[in-house]
């Protein structure tokens, strides 16, 4: 056996350990063609669902060392590769945030205070608790050759979000231009996260294909457990994926417990090319370009309970982060077993309301001085109703 195969043959052998160990990464399979990560960082370990760009799962958070268990069964006996077990999964779980205008957290609500409704049909809220958790976020970054302005933009909300996360947090970095590339695992480590923000610095492709790389971070995510969240910092713009509009909506709306807050790029940029080509055929062309992609940007966050921010200024994009961290900390989470039973694949409308217990007509909340106080109940718009496949 030559060296070459010695060291692929160990390379194998090493990977099966690891994965049967626990602790899947994110890391690809093959080398990027982006810039090297720091020498100094570890190599997290393989696992996690497989792709083009390779596995991306959370690893597993340091604890202490547990006592030894018997190794468990693989999850399919040989030569049953393809075989599958689906289970019928009737409870819903639906994450509601109840904010002031000004975004501020609506605390002390009661279960009592919420209905729920699917498909226009009173729904019985089995549990309800008030979730404050850490984040597990992927920060997706769209890097292309396009106008500085807009590059200005996304390195300085990139650093502005790495700069509001809490030591808990799990975090990984994804940029895409024709297709996403993973900067860093998931990791704890904020000097990671910035590490891997620092290698955008030379960007390749023009092309930004969005809907290519939200459909391929979407199916990465939902192997993980628990809520999770996409941090999307772009102009919404979409120029060459494979994936259409028209399916990327349906793969939003079939995500598993998945939300999506998405941050517009380039608006002062944006604004001063609107002032300066007023009348133009050109101009026109490409404000209707943004408008298109505003609108995307916003219906991919209100589809999954997520919500939509447009920076005009460089000064905005701390306190939008700090506004996101605090909405996904602070949620209520509502749970309920359907009416409907059926797992035939159709879209469920949801509509959650805040109410007044003994009345049942809408909440009123008064500020310090006694004032109405208008808020807004963000809950994400639906359901694909189906079997889960383990």
């Not at 018997?70 to 393809?82: Q, V, Y």
């Not at 509001?164 to 940029?175: G, R």
């Not at 790389?213 to 713009?237: F, N, P, Q, S, W």
Request: proline share 7%; charged share 20%; net charge positive.
């Amino acid at each position: 056996m030559g060296i070459q195969s010695l060291r692929y043959v160990t390379m194998v052998t090493s990977l099966y350990l690891t994965l049967t160990a626990g602790g899947p990464c994110l890391r690809a399979q093959q080398p990027d063609s982006g810039p090297p990560a720091s020498s100094t960082q570890s190599v997290p370990e393989a696992g996690g669902p497989q792709g083009d760009i390779g596995p991306y799962s959370v690893p597993k958070k340091k604890t202490e060392a547990p006592p030894p268990e018997r190794p468990s069964p693989p999850k399919n006996p040989p030569g049953l590769e393809n075989f599958s077990i689906t289970k019928d999964v009737s409870l819903v779980t639906v994450p509601v945030m109840v904010t002031a205008n000004n975004g501020q957290f609506i605390p002390g609500l009661k279960q009592g205070n919420f209905k729920l409704f699917e498909d226009g049909v009173p729904q019985i809220i089995n549990s309800f608790n008030l979730a404050q958790a850490p984040i597990t976020a992927v920060l997706l970054v769209e890097f292309a050759d396009i106008p500085y302005p807009f590059l200005y933009d996304t390195l300085n909300a990139s650093y502005a979000f790495a700069q509001s996360l809490k030591p808990e947090d799990w975090i990984a970095v994804v940029y895409y231009d024709m297709k996403p590339h993973i900067l860093t695992d998931f990791t704890q480590d904020k000097r990671a996260v910035i590490a891997a923000l620092n290698q955008l610095r030379m960007p390749g492709f023009r092309e930004r294909n969005l809907y290519d790389a939200l459909y391929d971070t979407i199916d990465r995510l939902e192997g993980i457990e628990g809520r999770k969240y996409i941090v999307l910092i772009a102009t919404g713009r979409d120029t060459f994926s494979k994936i259409t509009y028209d399916k990327i909506l349906k793969r939003i709306q079939g995500a598993k417990d998945i939300g999506i807050f998405t941050v517009s790029t380039g608006w002062a940029f944006r604004n001063w090319m609107d002032a300066h080509s007023v009348g133009t055929m050109r101009g026109s062309l490409r404000e209707m370009d943004y408008l298109q992609a505003d609108n995307q940007m916003a219906t991919f966050a209100k589809l999954t309970g997520g919500r939509y921010y447009a920076p005009h200024m460089q000064g905005e994009f701390r306190g939008v982060f700090q506004d996101i961290g605090f909405s996904i900390r602070n949620q209520y989470v509502l749970s309920y077993h359907p009416t409907n039973t059926k797992l035939d694949g159709t879209y469920r409308r949801l509509k959650v309301e805040v109410v007044d217990p003994q009345t049942g007509a809408p909440l009123k909340i008064a500020d310090q001085k006694g004032k109405n106080l208008k808020y807004s109940v963000i809950a994400r718009e639906g359901y694909t109703a189906k079997h889960q496949v383990e």
